[in-house]
């Protein structure tokens, strides 16, 4: 006897079968932007061991499960190992990241380190951690990588965090500069890369509900409101929300420097420049206009207060 579903059931089904497609399309979207990431920068070869760092939060978690699925399909073969720096966080589930990553077969391994104590010493309450809390962390990964013999030490930055860091050094530093999405160490010793570069945070926020990652929360920095970050975040969250496609825009912009036309020095001969009678093949510049959208397609500047 065939059995005929309610109408409830029908309704559930149909969900079922949609979520289940939405979570298809964005799997092929991540897989599909890490890959072009990796491959635009060079970011992985031939017997790379790749040593992703595991903060447990949805970025890198996103990080080491898409990493996963592009060993599984890439022409190169490389090795993965999870690593994580537990700070020793009062209230630090420690058990947490172990357990998911034995459970998923992921060959990893745990740094025990008191950094806590060090920036809530130095740190005053009100101020703010992250870069003292950077400069331990970063230190401490890069000894890791020695002793594991990682070639590569993957971070779970994503296209927000560039472009978010791109403004803050604008805003606050007088650069521009953002995040590289693929850089040698400061020591000269290791190459350092962001596969998810391309890749947009409400993507992967969508990716941590679906896989159901067991994140845990920063509670070392991430009840400081204030942070100049979040500030920026959300100014960029408004542009998008009032004009889709701005983020991705901006972007762009990042891989399509012109230095001829900003006023660094050091990056153009602006000092040597000479006519030379040869015409530009895209016309005379100098005194047009540029071509902008209408004015109510513009961003607005005063968003948000920083």
Wanted: aromatic letters at 8%.
């Amino acid at each position: 006897m065939n059995a005929v579903l309610t109408e409830s059931e029908v309704v559930r089904f149909d969900r079922e079968r949609r979520v289940e497609r939405e979570a298809h399309k964005l799997e092929k979207r991540l897989c599909r932007l890490m890959g072009e990431a990796v491959g635009d920068y060079n970011m992985i070869v031939q017997g790379d061991k790749v040593m992703v760092c595991l903060s447990g939060g949805k970025d890198s978690y996103a990080l080491l499960d898409i990493l996963l699925k592009l060993k599984q399909r890439a022409p190169a073969d490389f090795e993965l190992v999870a690593v994580n720096l537990d700070q020793k966080q009062p209230g630090f589930p420690e058990h947490v990241l172990p357990d998911y990553l034995a459970r998923i077969g992921v060959p990893f391994h745990i740094e025990n380190q008191d950094t806590y104590s060090v920036v809530k010493d130095k740190i005053p309450d009100g101020k703010t951690m992250c870069s003292l809390c950077s400069r331990l962390r970063r230190g401490i990964l890069y000894r890791v990588a020695d002793e594991l013999g990682a070639t590569k030490i993957a971070l779970g930055h994503h296209r927000d965090d560039i472009l978010q860091t791109f403004f803050l050094n604008m805003f606050f530093g007088g650069k521009l500069k953002a995040m590289a999405p693929k850089l040698v160490s400061d020591d000269g010793r290791h190459m350092v890369i962001r596969p998810l570069a391309y890749v947009a945070e409400q993507d992967l926020v969508r990716w941590a509900a679906h896989r159901q990652f067991p994140v845990i929360p920063c509670t070392l920095c991430g009840s400081q409101e204030n942070l100049q970050r979040k500030q920026v975040a959300a100014m960029l969250q408004e542009w998008e929300r009032k004009h889709p496609g701005r983020i991705d825009t901006m972007f762009t912009a990042l891989q399509n420097i012109v230095p001829s036309h900003l006023a660094d020095g050091t990056q153009y001969d602006f000092k040597g420049l000479t006519v030379t009678g040869v015409a530009d093949n895209e016309g005379d510049k100098a005194f047009d206009a540029p071509e902008w959208p209408a004015a109510a397609a513009l961003p607005s500047l005063q968003v948000i207060r920083i």
